[in-house]
């Protein structure tokens, strides 16, 4: 099959590409089923995109690139609904909110999105922790 998105061309998938989100993600309750792809121009970047809605993407980055302390337990309810038996299993990745200044580009480390890899079912998670921010800057300029 194939995606005709708006930004990043014709992405080629099979249904055992589809990550479902029985829940939707918080702003696209209705939008259940997506796509991964790493991004064409930086691969540390992916992008989660609808196949029900072409105008819906989220550029995607590891947290344990911007914080290699990261770290948190899931809670045992999302460990049961996305059907998690191990740690390899689990993908976890934060959106990023882009701008035109690199420097004002940042993630949102408070709700990391989890995905079975295997099962291929995928929900995000809002964490009670302060220590993590919903606008994490993506980039440290040392000439700041």
């Known amino acids: 099959m194939e995606l005709v998105t708006r930004y990043h061309g014709v992405q080629q998938y099979s249904d055992e590409d589809v990550i479902v989100f029985k829940k939707g993600l918080p702003g696209f309750k ?16 992916s992008m989660l995109h609808s196949i029900e809605d072409i105008e819906v993407g989220l550029v995607l980055v590891s947290p344990f690139t911007i914080a290699v302390d990261y770290e948190f337990k899931i809670p045992d309810t999302y460990i049961k609904e996305l059907q998690i038996s191990g740690p390899d299993e689990v993908l976890v990745l934060t959106t990023v909110n ?10 949102n480390l ?30 440290r300029l040392d000439n700041k």
């Open 30 to 45: 209705e939008l259940r089923d997506f796509i991964m792809f790493p991004l064409e121009s930086n691969e540390t970047f």
């Open 110 to 139: 408070k709700a990391p999105i989890i995905i079975n890899i295997k099962q291929r079912l995928g929900e995000q998670l809002i964490l009670d922790n302060d220590k993590y921010k919903i606008k994490q800057p993506l980039f």
């Open 98 to 107: 882009l701008n035109s200044n690199i420097e004002d580009m940042t993630t």
